[in-house]
């Protein structure tokens, strides 16, 4: 891979605290289903590619650790365009999970990573058990990949094209063939587009998954007032940013409350410091922050700096003090 020029930030793009008085001692670490980490913040898959691209900005291994974008067994070269809209408060996508299958990934994305010493969460994907079998068969015994996040949020073409996240059989059975061929931690990606996220979510654990991402996007849909056209081509796409923030913290809260020594990492709609500390206080122990990085590219080590400040402000000397510290009003 070419070596791409380093884009320098700008005095105000400096997170707080990351410039003047040294940074206050405080504990970020964290473990997340096993994984030891320097710190909660993660990039959220899909938003942040493998990684070479925003190490332009800063040391990418400044993050907790990088979750990588979905790979497949196969190539795919995505879904047609319009394949991206703006929403107020977020934005609407359906990529398609464009990759370049897991054999070029392994021999080209892979390597830079490793060179890096990032701490990797590879994405995988798939249409059926069979894939993600295949996949994480083939991701065994690869340094620097620390757990592997299973994205359920794909349609399985062996049961009339039905998301698998949407099932509880179905996502067991991805989790269960994952867990066979694994050997790192496995958190399985889940949806809110279900009428019992913890119903699911405890099909998954019972059937070998580590941990749990909470959560994916929402499917969503914009249509052109004047032309009647959909936003997308696609016609329906996966709806991200602040605009499901409430609906990731309220789903990360009820699963911790129902499953309390299952591990989260929090995902869906972060981009400050205090969106951050909602999701630990629900009970994740870590949070992947991703459409927020195409508006600040910085946004993952300012909120590094912005989180060590925030704990040191109120005299918390650990971040995991803060997991599953909702106080309720009676």
Known sequence: MSEVRRIERTDAQ?????????????????????????????????????????????????????VVKSVTPEPREGLPTPRMAETPSGMLN????????????????????????????????????EDFREVARK???????VAIEVNLSCPNVDHRGLVFACSARDSSEVITAVRRESD??????????????????RAVVDAGADG???????????????TGR???YNTYGGLSGPAIRPIAVRNVHQVHQALPE????????ARTVGDVVQFLRAGASAVSVGTATFVDPFI???????????????????????????????
């Not at 991701?139 to 990949?145: D, F, K, P, S, W």
């Not at 749990?212 to 996007?217: E, G, Q, V």
């Not at 299952?262 to 709609?269: A, E, F, K, W």
């Not at 109120?314 to 510290?325: F, P, S």
Request: with cysteine.
């Open 230 to 232: 959909p936003g997308l």
């Open 212 to 226: 749990l991402t909470l959560i994916n996007t929402v499917l969503g849909m914009t249509i052109d007032p004047e």
């Open 94 to 129: 359906a990529i398609g999970l464009q990759n370049p299958g897991i054999d070029a990934w392994l021999e080209h994305d892979l390597p830079w990573l490793q060179r890096k010493g990032a701490k990797v969460v590879a994405s995988i994907a798939g249409k059926s058990v």
């Open 139 to 145: 991701l065994r015994r690869h340094a620097g990949i």
């Open 300 to 330: 993952g080590p300012t909120l590094i700096a912005e989180l060590t400040r925030w704990l040191a402000d109120r005299d918390i000397d650990r971040v995991a003090d803060l997991i599953g510290t909702v106080e309720p009003w009676s």
């Open 262 to 269: 299952v591990p989260i990492l929090g995902c869906g709609g």
């Open 184 to 201: 790192v931690p496995i958190l399985a990606k889940l949806t809110s587009d279900v009428t019992d996220i913890v119903a699911i979510a």
């Open 14 to 66: 400096a997170p707080r605290g990351a410039e003047g008085p040294p940074q206050p001692a405080v504990d970020l670490t964290t473990d997340l289903a096993g994984v030891a980490l320097d710190n909660p913040i993660l990039t959220a898959s899909g938003c942040f590619a493998a990684g070479a691209e925003m190490d332009r900005f800063y040391d990418v291994t400044e993050l907790g650790a990088i």
